[in-house]
């Protein structure tokens, strides 16, 4: 496998990590990129972007990332509040009145850390609705949490983006898309973001399966909940509607706004993103909210991931686990389904982004990041 791309003086050995992965690993295209103090030193690429192998990987490429779109939707809901704009403890239901309905305590700082019980829609909806903005926001409206808000941590990994989503366009009073070209895409001259149309790059990566199963870093108990309760809230969180886990490579899926999972960035839009973040003086959010997001908002047994997570605002935290472990402890990020990755290192003012076309069954980072970090991080010791 050729690999394209370079990496700064005193990096080059990530790209034997990296070519490692398609050997290894089952790697058939895939991206990964490094920030440290503002200056990229690392940008890798190979393999193939389609799933017949026909059309090469770019650095420009663009994948789903699903999960890892909720950092990039944070950081919006971040700018908001730094502009004064949004206030995280006031109720969503004052920005946004017909969310009152069963959840008008419930404030954008639970929806941020996942403490708002919005973790699933409580009726069966049509696999449509995924694919209409407004429909969802609105049904999400309608919408009552699983438990009383704030009293326990569940992820809500599609309702999130529909939920935060819909309160930042209403404070920001312009479309979300709009909104995400101004705040970030231009001022970061990123390639993608929600959705996989409109943005500078068109150069979209199909993804897949990956053929072969990576050893798991934990026990991924999601499966086993959703057949031992099927109206339980992790089988409705994942599978309500089922349109939320088939069809991802379809022009209905990227053509839709499913800001929790439909963000399709390259790794150098990660990079980027929590790079800017790693900076003494970030561009897009101020250094005093950087650290608020930052700052441990809830930590416990999760109800949905049925794991133990750490959550800023919108931002999962480093942890000692290796598949959770984000460079310090002053790491911050979001993982995304399959395997790609973003965070930022601020103690050593990085950012880090990976992509790939290969999706494995980890809960979390799965061996092809764990892998990438263990060697970055054996460079910077």
């Known amino acids: 496998m050729e690999i394209y791309g370079f990496c700064a003086p005193g990096f080059e050995a990530l790209q034997?990590?990296?070519?490692?992965?398609?050997?290894?690993?089952?790697?058939?295209?895939?991206?990964?990129?490094?920030?440290?103090?503002?200056?990229l030193v690392c940008s890798l690429w190979a393999g193939s972007a389609d799933r017949d192998a026909?059309?090469?990987?770019?650095?420009?490429?663009?994948?789903?990332?699903?999960?890892?779109?909720?950092?990039?939707?944070?950081?919006?809901?971040?700018?908001?509040?730094?502009?004064?704009?949004?206030?995280?403890?006031?109720?969503?239901?004052?920005?946004?009145?017909?969310?009152?309905?069963?959840?008008?305590?419930?404030?954008?700082?639970?929806?941020?850390?996942?403490?708002?019980?919005l973790v699933a829609f409580r009726k069966r909806v049509e696999d449509r609705l995924i694919y209409d903005w407004h429909a969802a926001c609105a049904e999400v409206s309608r919408t009552e949490p699983w438990w009383s808000p704030g009293s326990q941590q569940g992820y809500a990994p599609f309702l999130y983006g529909w939920s935060l989503g819909g309160l930042v366009?209403?404070?920001?009073?312009?479309?979300?898309?709009?909104?995400?070209?101004?705040?970030?895409?231009?001022?970061?001259?990123?390639?993608?973001?929600?959705?996989?149309?409109?943005?500078?790059?068109?150069?979209?990566?199909?993804?897949?399966?990956?053929?072969?199963p990576l050893p798991e870093l934990r026990e991924n108990a999601i499966g086993r909940a959703i057949k031992e309760d099927r109206k339980g809230p992790v089988a409705m969180a994942f599978g309500n509607p089922v349109s939320l886990v088939m069809?991802?490579?379809?022009?209905?899926?990227?053509?839709?706004?499913?800001?929790?999972?439909?963000?399709?960035?390259s790794a150098r839009d990660l990079a980027a993103v929590y790079g800017d973040l790693a900076l003494e003086a970030p561009t897009?959010?101020?250094?005093?909210?950087?650290?608020?997001?930052?700052?441990?908002?809830?930590?416990?047994h999760d109800r949905i991931l049925l794991a133990k997570v750490r959550f800023g605002c919108g931002f999962i935290l480093s942890?000692?686990?290796?598949?959770?472990?984000?460079?310090?402890?002053?790491?911050?990020?979001?993982?995304?389904?399959?395997?790609?990755?973003?965070?930022?290192?601020?103690?050593?003012?990085?950012?880090?982004?990976?992509?790939?076309?290969?999706?494995?069954?980890?809960?979390?980072?799965?061996?092809?990041?764990?892998?990438?970090v263990r060697v970055l991080y054996g460079l910077l010791s």
């Open 169 to 212: 366009e209403r404070i920001a009073q312009k479309p979300l898309p709009e909104l995400y070209r101004e705040s970030l895409a231009n001022p970061l001259g990123l390639d993608g973001g929600f959705g996989a149309n409109g943005h500078r790059s068109h150069r979209i990566a199909d993804v897949g399966p990956l053929k072969q």
């Open 54 to 117: 026909e059309c090469p990987f770019t650095e420009d490429a663009i994948a789903n990332v699903f999960s890892a779109s909720k950092g990039v939707l944070a950081l919006m809901a971040l700018q908001q509040a730094d502009a004064g704009k949004l206030d995280l403890d006031r109720p969503v239901a004052d920005y946004w009145p017909e969310f009152a309905e069963g959840k008008a305590t419930v404030t954008a700082r639970q929806l941020l850390c996942h403490r708002g019980g």
């Open 284 to 300: 897009t959010l101020s250094r005093d909210w950087v650290t608020e997001a930052s700052r441990e908002q809830s930590c416990g």
């Open 319 to 372: 942890g000692d686990a290796a598949d959770l472990h984000f460079g310090g402890a002053r790491g911050f990020g979001h993982p995304g389904a399959g395997g790609s990755i973003g965070f930022a290192d601020p103690e050593r003012g990085l950012g880090l982004g990976y992509i790939t076309t290969r999706l494995g069954q980890s809960l979390f980072m799965d061996r092809r990041a764990v892998e990438l």
């Open 247 to 265: 069809g991802t490579n379809g022009q209905q899926w990227r053509d839709a706004l499913i800001p929790a999972a439909n963000g399709h960035f």
């Open 16 to 39: 034997d990590a990296f070519a490692r992965n398609f050997r290894e690993c089952g790697d058939t295209g895939a991206a990964f990129a490094v920030r440290q103090h503002g200056q």
